[in-house]
């Protein structure tokens, strides 16, 4: 098989794919992409096992193959080319080998048996189908990808909690030290329901959720974009799988029950306080320099219209902020992780936001401040809300 082909075309399918390959490996095919010719498009798949991606592209030739081949190095020698090069590709089967050529320039890349490669249209069924919007989604994963767990015991939080209703979109995560939460309100519409013939029936819609693992909401946010594009989401009682532009992306989903997290936010606080966002952020950046590297905590202590931000060290330096604030109870000290904080001021939007306090040792509850009967909405109109849990330090 040869045939001829434009980096440009190839370029962002490859780099689409190769974000999926595990740098760590266990076998030799996974560090490789699946590369298929069919006589209209050219696709690239790649997979862990746990999470598989196709991304496929028009390309009308009288070209028909299938074959494997490092991922990584195919993507590198793309890049190393001008805008606008058309490489040579030829297969020698016999010798496992690739030829990519252009110009004076030569590769020989080694390929494995296509027949190895595990099955990346394996998705076990389309039960419930949900389309969006791509921007909402990657709206709700930006608010909330990053309080998930890496690599906690408790498994069902090494990931993020979406949950679809028939009016609203959820996303949740946690570390247990921690939670974001994230609702966007949407219409009725976007909800269908398919039998396992992929054929529309009129059944009730009901709540459908799953634990995405992490590694695949950072990949997802890395391919969303910000537009009104759709967005298919599949789910089955195994799997989620994203169908948008030219991708089709599967990922396991993990089993378990995602704790309850309404009782985790705390609803009856007696300490409000309201207070600058760029300027809590900017007092807090600076003291974080002062900060252990290890426990990153600092104490706040509040009293009236007053917060003191005040943070220390193993080598005995200690840095202090004091800020002017919206606050009229009763004097507090409490103890926080400057980088919970940090990450949540980062995804409210207003200009002021609000922390909602009760005791020291009782979780923090901090909020985007609206005027009382004002909502929050995105830029065509969507209502959104989104509330941050951060658990109190010993200091």
Excluded: W
Aim: glycine letters at 4%; one cysteine or more; charged letters at 25%.
């Amino acid at each position: 098989m040869k045939f001829s082909i434009n980096k440009d075309l190839i370029l962002q399918p490859l780099q689409s794919v190769n974000g999926i390959i595990d740098k760590k490996f266990t076998q030799q095919i996974l560090s490789h992409i699946l590369v298929k010719l069919d006589g209209e498009t050219i696709s690239f798949s790649a997979t862990d096992k746990e999470i598989s991606i196709t991304v496929s592209v028009p390309y009308p030739s009288n070209f028909k193959g299938i074959f494997t081949v490092s991922g990584q190095k195919l993507l590198d020698i793309c890049r190393g080319f001008p805008d606008n090069t058309y490489l040579n590709i030829s297969l020698n089967n016999d010798k496992n080998k690739l030829l990519l050529s252009s110009g004076k320039s030569r590769f020989t890349l080694a390929t494995l048996p296509h027949e190895d490669y595990p099955n990346v249209d394996n998705f076990l069924s389309k039960s419930v189908s949900i389309i969006l919007m791509q921007k909402y989604l990657q709206f709700l994963l930006n608010k909330t990808y990053f309080a998930m767990s890496a690599q906690d015991v408790r498994y069902y939080l090494n990931g993020l909690f979406v949950e679809f209703h028939k009016d609203k979109l959820l996303a949740i995560s946690s570390d247990g030290h921690r939670l974001a939460f994230a609702e966007l309100e949407l219409e009725d519409t976007f909800i269908e329901k398919e039998d396992q013939n992929n054929r529309e029936t009129n059944l009730p819609f009901t709540t459908s959720s799953a634990i995405i693992p992490r590694k695949a909401i950072l990949e997802l946010l890395r391919l969303l974009n910000d537009n009104d594009n759709q967005l298919k989401i599949y789910i089955s009682d195994r799997q989620v799988q994203f169908k948008f532009s030219n991708i089709v992306f599967t990922s396991n989903i993990i089993d378990g029950k995602y704790p309850n997290y309404n009782r985790v936010i705390p609803y009856e606080t007696d300490k409000e306080v309201i207070i600058c966002r760029d300027i809590l952020r900017q007092s807090l950046l600076r003291a974080s320099i002062l900060s252990h590297d290890k426990f990153r905590s600092a104490r706040f202590e509040l009293s009236l219209n007053k917060l003191k931000i005040i943070v220390h060290n193993p080598e005995q330096e200690e840095a202090t902020e004091e800020l002017d604030v919206v606050y009229s109870g009763a004097n507090i000290e409490i103890g926080f992780n400057i980088a919970y904080i940090l990450d949540a001021l980062s995804a409210l939007s207003t200009d002021n936001v609000m922390l909602l306090l009760s005791t020291p040792d009782s979780s923090c509850l901090l909020v985007n401040y609206v005027e009382q009967g004002e909502r929050l909405c995105i830029d065509d109109g969507k209502p959104y809300e989104c509330k941050y849990v951060i658990m109190p330090m010993r200091i």
